[in-house]
């Protein structure tokens, strides 16, 4: 599975943005998806993710009640809707897919960089205040 992020911009505090996470190869439907993020002289932290299903989805205490997370399996894509933004969400974001069909997924699980087997490129989001 290939993954490309896309969406990041340049948004002032309180506004929106979407990011997508397009998928290519097979059986993109078989993995859950993950959304984090990193700022400069940070380390990756975990921000959302859904499950193979669709019907799990984790989001970070930080971005609760800004944040959600959906996917779309015609379109092989999962995205990341962000509203309300703040200064402090500027950072490169990333998904990864973890292969997992038919499995229950935890969040502790989820929130592990290790638990994924591929990783887009990250799409830069500024937030200015």
């Known amino acids: 599975v290939q993954l490309q992020a896309s969406g990041g911009g340049l948004v002032q505090a309180g506004g929106s943005l979407r990011l997508s996470c397009a998928a290519s190869?097979?059986?993109?439907?078989?993995?859950?998806v993950g959304w984090f993020r990193q700022a400069p002289g940070k380390e990756r932290e975990f921000v959302a993710a859904?499950?193979?299903?669709?019907?799990?989805?984790y989001v970070s205490d930080s971005v609760k009640g800004r944040f959600t997370i959906s996917r779309d399996y015609s379109e092989n894509m999962a995205y990341l809707q962000m509203s309300s933004l703040k200064p402090e969400d500027t950072a490169a974001y990333y998904c990864?897919?973890?292969?997992?069909?038919?499995?229950?997924?935890?969040?502790?699980?989820?929130?592990?960089?290790?638990?994924?087997?591929?990783w887009g490129q990250g799409t830069q989001v500024t937030v200015s205040s």
């Open positions: 190869g097979r059986a993109f439907s078989n993995y859950a």
């Open positions: 990864g897919a973890k292969w997992a069909p038919g499995r229950a997924i935890s969040r502790h699980d989820m929130a592990r960089i290790s638990a994924y087997h591929y």
């Open positions: 859904i499950s193979w299903s669709g019907d799990i989805t």
